[in-house]
């Protein structure tokens, strides 16, 4: 992987969370069809490990996605974790402490199960996010060569979205440019992403500033939320020095507007119960305005209930005697062109 990261002329380096089960799915055959290397970087909310409650896509622990993903004979495909950290799951206590103790559990399963990259993502420690940050590094660092494992990292500080702050990503510097196999730094570009479309304003001077300084170190600066962008503000970010993109709601709200058009016109009653479980859930507030339409809060977060009966229940009487999922596979194909 060292040396894809690293070369003159940057290859692209697309991470993808996979948000369900066609994403993967989709994932698997571009990167097969285009010989593109591909991170499939892994929320503790999509995939987490068994005995921390495991994640809603396909009711995936970390134990079992490796073994999946194995299945799949790819060497392409990378697998990461993003937003490791204290208070970045749903399932989060009140406590730093138990917070710490549990993303330490988490990243043993990472590890073990043959996870390349991790995002140490300490944004929500406060004060204490640089202290936290290195505590977790040197964990890992630990482990890693305990199992035998060649890990990189991601290190990062800041929420989505956050405006540049120099005197912060001074300290960055000071604090994580001399660590082992940092490969990445979460950028904070001003990407932002708000009832399915890309509303953040790119800083380019501090893009430029940012990408000029860490190529010092070896370090190249990952940009997220990246979702809904076009061609243009792609190469934008290309010629302020980003070649690192995540991705992953832009997947899902393609495959859920999908599944809305045809769960509407179906009339099927099951649907009509799933779409009042998705309204009602108010997952949607990540990602929405409570004065969107009911169909862009759907199409935001559908895919977080895809393991309620109401959906299989559709999905096997209805959805799977349909062109739904290689109609999701082809929109997902030409989110994933728009990056090379």
Known sequence: MNNHLYQKKPKINLCVGPMTINTIKSIDKFSKQNKKKIFIICSRNQIENKALGGGY?????????????????????????DHGGPFTSDKKSNSLKKEIINCKKSFISDI??????????????????????????????????????????????????????????????????????????????GSKINNSKQVGKFMKDNSKLMTKKLKSFDMLIKDHNCDF????????????????????????????????????????????????????SEKWKKWCNKSSSNRLKFSSSAHYLYNENSFLDFKKNFLDNTNFDSLVLRKHLNIYKKFY
């Open 112 to 189: 073990k199960a043959g996870f390349e990259l991790i995002h140490i993502d300490t944004s929500f420690a406060k004060n204490h996010k640089f202290k936290v940050a290195l505590n977790l590094y040197n964990f890992c660092l630990k482990k890693s060569q305990k199992f035998r494992k060649k890990i990189f990292y991601e290190l990062g500080v800041n929420f989505h979205g956050d405006k540049f702050n120099k005197n912060e990503f001074n300290k960055i510097i000071k604090n994580f440019s001399k660590l082992k196999n940092v490969k990445f730094i979460t950028g904070t570009t």
């Open 229 to 280: 962008l076009n061609k243009k503000q792609i190469n934008l970010r290309k010629k302020c020095g980003i070649y690192s993109f995540n991705i992953g709601p832009e997947l899902a709200s393609v495959e859920n507007d999908i599944l809305y058009a045809f769960g509407i016109k179906s009339k099927n009653k099951s649907f009509k119960i799933f779409l009042k479980q998705v309204l009602k």
């Open 57 to 81: 896509v396909n009711n995936f622990s970390t134990e079992n996605f490796g073994k999946y993903i194995r299945k799949l004979k790819n060497s392409l495909l990378i697998l990461g974790r």
